[in-house]
């Protein structure tokens, strides 16, 4: 399988990813992020993308995977409610739009 995986800076998505890269049903993990793991794996590609709200810029990097867990999240914290749903709902919506459309068979997790 070939997944993607977003928010592995994070504790969630860094736990995934450990897991995916040690993985023998996983042979390749693309991971987007808004800064970089600073992290080396014959596996791990790597694509560093500012506008969670726009994939467009970077849709051709996305071609022919499997499965996304998409772990990114912010927390409730201090947010109003309309804000929260924006980077809650916003982007994941926004995101599983974008992987359907080029992987219809995807999972999406």
Known sequence: ???IITGTTGM???GVLIECLESPNI???????????????P???EVIHK????????????????????C??????????EEYHRF?????????KTLYTINPEMVFN
Request: with cysteine; aromatic share 10%; glycine share 8%.
């Open 1 to 3: 399988m070939k997944v």
């Open 12 to 14: 969630v998505g860094r």
């Open 43 to 45: 596996k791990l590609k």
């Open 88 to 96: 809650t709902y916003g982007i994941t919506e926004e995101l599983a």
């Open 51 to 70: 506008d969670f709200f726009n994939f467009s810029s970077i849709k051709e990097e996305l071609k022919g995977y499997d499965a996304c867990f998409h």
């Open 72 to 81: 990114m999240g912010v927390s409730s914290i201090g947010k109003k409610e």
């Open 27 to 41: 042979e390749e993990v693309l991971v987007i992020n808004r800064s970089s793991l600073q992290m080396q794996h």
